[in-house]
């Protein structure tokens, strides 16, 4: 993933773990990041680069919001990301749960437009869903083909959603499912999705985000099927269980972003889950109220100045430099 901290292993079992690392992380080198509430921004590198307030207030702003792998939702690290719609822009957020409002970032799409307008070619259509019933059962396309942009064509394939109301992440192989319906020929080279929606005349119920094109799959896909996000290690959890006061149809993230389920009597058993859709994603301890994020920072100085509220009045922690034995810069919270 890049420039990241030491890791952090987190094991339920009685004996320690024993980790090799196979592939060692990037040194930060000038760079410098920040952890606020246990939750960690990009890194940043005021030295070498030109670091404006803007850029400064979209990382801050970014710590309250739910962060995925770059694999899914950073087409700049991931080439392979032709189109991306992550509906952060113009993102007006309300108190409800980020959990619920959001598959990465703050904000979703309550619509059923997945792909809108594009213009390049890839195969892959991936994006993040959470349906609250029965009926979406198709995708509807806009194609174009061998580069063609005159002629498009509108087909439409099979769709099988998980509506229980739980965010679900899944990639569809486009040029193969087309070509396995003889939608298109074996002899189209390339395709361009240039439209995508979840059955035309059905939009309420449906919350869509991170809807990308792309070239390859993710890091670290898993189907569903084959690593299903409600199943447990123990077989004494039932659905819907309750955690924390909470009811949850599959399997959830405890305050150790460990994924876990519960039984009858509320004892709590860690799950089978996919690293995409259990532990790939981090939290924010707290919720931000909309509007009162302020940053202050005149670029080339030694200080930046931020405020905000969380939603449930909790008090922040003070900023925390990531390496800890960095001191490059005095920084205030309100």
Wanted: negative net charge; glycine residues 6%; aromatic residues 12%.
């Amino acid at each position: 993933m890049g420039d990241v901290p030491l890791l952090t292993c987190i094991s339920t079992s009685s004996n320690a773990p024993n980790v090799s690392e196979l592939v060692q992380g990037v040194a930060s080198g000038s760079k410098i990041a920040f952890e606020l509430d246990g939750q960690l921004t990009d890194y940043i590198d005021f030295d070498n680069t030109n670091v404006t307030q803007a850029n400064l207030y979209t990382t801050i702003n970014n710590l309250f919001g739910i962060q995925c792998p770059p694999s899914i939702n950073n087409p700049i690290v991931t080439t392979s990301i032709v189109y991306l719609q992550d509906f952060e822009s113009n993102c007006v957020y309300d108190e409800t749960p980020v959990t619920t409002n959001a598959f990465c970032g703050q904000c979703s799409s309550n619509g059923n437009t997945l792909v809108s307008s594009n213009s390049r070619v890839g195969n892959y259509l991936c994006f993040a869903y959470r349906i609250l019933n029965n009926y979406v059962i198709s995708i509807s396309l806009g194609i174009q083909i061998n580069g063609i942009t005159t002629t498009t064509l509108w087909p439409s394939i099979s769709f099988s959603p998980q509506a229980d109301q739980v965010w679900h992440y899944t990639c569809i192989d486009i040029y193969g499912t087309l070509l396995s319906q003889s939608s298109i020929a074996s002899t189209d080279s390339s395709l361009v999705i240039t439209n995508a929606w979840l059955n035309n005349d059905i939009k309420n119920g449906i919350y869509i985000d991170v809807v990308s094109i792309r070239g390859a799959l993710p890091n670290g896909y898993e189907v569903t099927t084959t690593y299903p996000i409600d199943q447990s290690i123990n077989s004494s959890c039932v659905f819907p269980f309750y955690y924390n006061g909470n009811s949850y149809t599959a399997c959830t993230l405890d305050n150790n972003n460990i994924p876990i389920c519960a039984d009858n009597n509320n004892v709590t058993y860690q799950c089978k889950s996919s690293s995409i859709e259990g532990v790939r994603r981090l939290y924010p301890k707290h919720q931000l109220v909309y509007n009162t994020l302020a940053v202050t920072y005149t670029p080339g100085s030694t200080q930046f100045t931020t405020s905000f509220r969380y939603s449930d009045c909790g008090h922040p922690t003070l900023f925390i430099p990531s390496p800890s034995s960095v001191n490059m810069l005095f920084f205030k919270i309100y």
